[in-house]
Nanobody
Framework: QVTLVESGGGSVQAGGSLRLSCKFA????????????MGWYRQAPGKQRELVAK???????NYADSVKGRFTISRDNSRKTMYLQMNSLKPDDTAVYYC?????????WGQGTQVTVSS
C-alpha cells in the first residue's frame, strides 16, 4: 500500500540547484516517524548504485564524500516527506536518483528520477 513518490528531478546547468522530494504516500504518521533508515541513492550509466545521503534513527545524517557540503537530506514529519537539497551541482552528479526506505538490501524504493547536469 505504501508508495514512495519522487519529484524534483530535471536538467540544470553546472552550479545550479535542485530539490528532490520523496513522499511516503498512504503511510500513517507513527510509522513514518519510526522508520529506522531512509535515504537517497543514485546510479549513473555504467556505474554501480551508490549511497548519496541517508538519515538514520539515533544516528543522524550521513553523506557520500562527493556530495558533502553541497547536498542536504532532511525530512518533514507533518508532510511524511523526505528531501534532498542539491546545490552546486556538477556534471558528475548526473544520475537516476532513487528514494529508499529501510535500507538498500531489503527496503522499499521509489521509481527513480533523472537528474542531468550539463557543463
Amino acid at each position: 500500500q505504501v508508495t514512495l513518490v519522487e519529484s524534483g528531478g530535471g536538467s540544470v546547468q553546472a552550479g545550479g540547484s535542485l530539490r528532490l522530494s520523496c513522499k511516503f504516500a498512504r503511510m500513517i504518521l507513527s510509522t513514518f516517524i519510526g522508520i529506522d533508515q531512509m535515504g537517497w541513492y543514485r546510479q549513473a550509466p555504467g556505474k554501480q548504485r551508490e549511497l548519496v545521503a541517508k538519515i538514520s534513527r539515533g544516528v543522524g545524517t550521513n553523506y557520500a564524500d562527493s556530495v558533502k557540503g553541497r547536498f542536504t537530506i532532511s525530512r518533514d514529519n507533518s508532510r511524511k516527506t523526505m528531501y534532498l537539497q542539491m546545490n552546486s551541482l556538477k556534471p558528475d552528479d548526473t544520475a537516476v536518483y532513487y528514494c529508499n526506505s529501510g535500507g538498500e538490501d531489503v527496503g522499499s524504493w521509489g521509481q527513480g528520477t533523472q537528474v542531468t547536469v550539463s557543463s
